[in-house]
Structures are given as C-alpha cells and as structure tokens.
C-alpha cells in the first residue's frame, strides 16, 4: 500500500484541482467585500444581577464599506444620520455583490476556459465580505437586521457570529448572496 499525499488544498477546492487536471494556471480570484464600523461608548451603569453590572454598550455611529471587482472599486460611507443606515448598508453591499458576482463569472470562465463553471466553482453567486478590527463584536450591532430582514445563518452560535450568510432573496429578486467573514 502506497500512502496518498496530503494536499488539502487540492482535493478540497475543485477549481485548483480542474487546473491541475487541465494544465491551467490556478489564480485565485481577488473579488471581495470590507467593512469597518465605527461605535461610541453609551455608559449604561445598570444591575442585571448581583453580581454582574453592564458598565456600557456600543452604539453604531458609521459603517465604511469597501468593494473590490475587476469593474469597480467603490467606498461607500453610511452613518447614524440616517437612522436606517445599518439596513442601507446591507443592501449596498447586496447590489454590488451582483456586480462582484458577473466579475467571478467572467473571471472564472476566462481562467477556466469552460462555459460550465457552475459546477467546479462551489462559491460562484456568494460574495466574500470581511470586517475590520473588532468585527467579531461590530456582528451583534449588525445581526438583528439579518435575521428580520434577510434570509441568514450563522456558522457558529449565535453569540459568536464569527461567519454570517446572506441569501440576497429576500430583498432583492435575485440569486446572489453575501458571507461576511470576521478576523
């Protein structure tokens, strides 16, 4: 018995492996999605037992996003003027990740030299959006809007909101979705 290599990176991404199988230069694709937001510090100073006390919480003031596509590079700004600004942003993001999504397609289908890349490229209508800083905790100022209003999950607990998936259907008529990674 002969033992078999250990290559993760092959055998769990289809499109380096079609490459390799088909004598094509892999490049990874460089479409993406950032986000950063921007809190203040209320002081809340309340018992919710005896022992513990809640001394603040964060409140969103702005969120800054920037978008990465072969055709665009965008920065939007959205802030606490317009008291929907968080939901805003989300559909922001939501409509240039259609945009980021045509540029995977055409990437993908140049790079791969097939019309058929739909079933190599597991990821094909799911945009990468990465946060900032304290993403990690900038998801709970963002995660009630997803669950009302959008059709999303998450990869952890709920507490931890590590990774998120938005599925673009429940706004706009389209398939195209969005997963907000934190680091």
Request: charged share 20%; with cysteine.
């Given at each position: 018995h ?40 209320q002081?809340?100073?309340k ?5 513990t ?10 969120v800054?996003c ?16 317009d008291p929907?600004?968080i ?6 993001m939501?409509?240039?990740a ?7 397609i ?20 799911t ?13 709970n100022l963002?995660?009630q ?5 959008c ?16 599925d673009?259907n429940?706004?706009?008529?389209d398939?195209?979705g ?6």
């Amino acid at each position: 018995h002969e033992s078999l290599p250990y290559c993760p990176h092959i055998l769990n991404n289809p499109v380096y492996e079609y490459c390799l199988a088909h004598n094509l230069e892999f490049k990874p694709q460089q479409y993406y999605i950032t986000y950063d937001f921007e809190t203040m510090e209320q002081i809340v100073n309340k018992s919710s037992t005896t022992s513990t006390t809640i001394n603040s919480r964060l409140v969103p003031i702005s969120v800054s996003c920037c978008v990465k596509g072969k055709t665009i590079k965008l920065t939007q700004h959205f802030d606490a003027r317009d008291p929907e600004f968080i939901i805003h942003w989300i559909e922001y993001m939501l409509d240039q990740a259609e945009e980021i999504v045509k540029d995977k397609i055409k990437f993908y289908t140049d790079m791969l030299k097939t019309k058929t890349i739909g079933g190599i490229v597991r990821d094909l209508h799911t945009v990468t959006v990465f946060g900032f800083n304290s993403s990690r905790f900038d998801s709970n100022l963002f995660k009630q809007y997803f669950i009302h209003k959008c059709k999303a999950s998450s990869d952890g607990t709920s507490k931890s909101g590590r990774s998120w998936h938005v599925d673009n259907n429940s706004l706009i008529n389209d398939n195209v979705g969005i997963s907000l990674l934190s680091n």
